[in-house]
């Protein structure tokens, strides 16, 4: 994965203190918000609220993200989750559409598991098919927004999406961030970039190069074989 060296004062000394007191306001400003959303998911979609996953962070220290949950737990026969386009309802898609949903992430920034402007953490299952060039991304703290988010977020490819990533990485600036928060809030209102072109939801990078033919069906095991390990030692732990 290699490290990063933080250039340049804000960087170095800035951006922490930042998103520290950005999170710690927007959560007493927003706490209207977020109260009454957390009450409409509890009556349209039951217990829990709150939607914990495990996520790669800084270094690759695995964090436990919150999103206020937008599916149903609706189950098969044998007990299996059923897909996605099943088990996101009508107000989840609303929920996911006005970003309604990433509000909690706001506690994840306040505790230093993530930054106001980073790459998206993504999942378990999709580091562990990065090239160690593309999990170069993970040097920094990922973040809530990001410069792949302003520039097609969902709907671009995956190579691209990392692309910016590191782009990002390579280059931290106050400015930079400052511009990629804008975009977001323009964004959000455009409602653009939420799901992959004929998906509901985000398509998982290992299911993107299966299906596009860049990895064979036993290396795609592999990997998700390395990723279950991975998860259960971070419970375990």
């Not at 306001?25 to 977020?34: E, F, K, Q, R, T």
């Not at 990065?130 to 490819?157: P, Y």
């Not at 106050?174 to 970039?193: A, P, Q, Y």
């Not at 939420?194 to 299911?207: F, K, L, N, S």
Request: aromatic share 10%; proline share 4%; glycine share 8%.
């Amino acid at each position: 994965m290699g490290t990063h060296k933080p250039c340049g004062i804000y960087e170095k000394y800035l951006k922490r203190p930042i998103d520290f007191v950005l999170s710690f306001s927007a959560i007493i400003l927003l706490s209207p918000i977020l109260l009454l959303t957390g009450i409409l998911v509890r009556l349209k979609l039951g217990s829990p609220v709150i939607f914990r996953q495990l996520r790669p962070g800084k270094n690759e220290r695995i964090f436990e993200m919150y999103k206020f949950r937008s599916m149903t737990d609706d189950r098969d026969e044998e007990g299996k989750l059923l897909p996605d386009e099943v088990r996101l309802t009508t107000f989840g898609k609303r929920l996911r559409s006005s970003s309604l949903d990433e509000l909690p992430e706001l506690f994840n920034i306040l505790k230093g598991d993530m930054s106001i402007v980073g790459p998206r953490p993504q999942l378990v299952r999709d580091m562990v098919f990065m090239t160690s060039e593309q999990r170069k991304r993970h040097t920094v703290r990922q973040g809530l927004t990001g410069l792949a988010q302003v520039n097609g977020r969902n709907g671009i490819l995956w190579e691209k999406k990392l692309d910016y990533d590191i782009q990002y990485v390579k280059k931290i600036t106050f400015w930079r961030d400052f511009i990629i928060v804008l975009r977001t809030i323009e964004n959000v209102f455009k409602k653009e970039g939420i799901h992959a072109e004929g998906m509901v939801t985000a398509e998982d990078y290992g299911d993107y190069l299966l299906r596009t033919g860049k990895i064979t069906e036993e290396y795609y095991q592999e990997k998700q074989e390395t990723a279950d390990v991975m998860i259960k030692k971070c419970r375990n732990d």
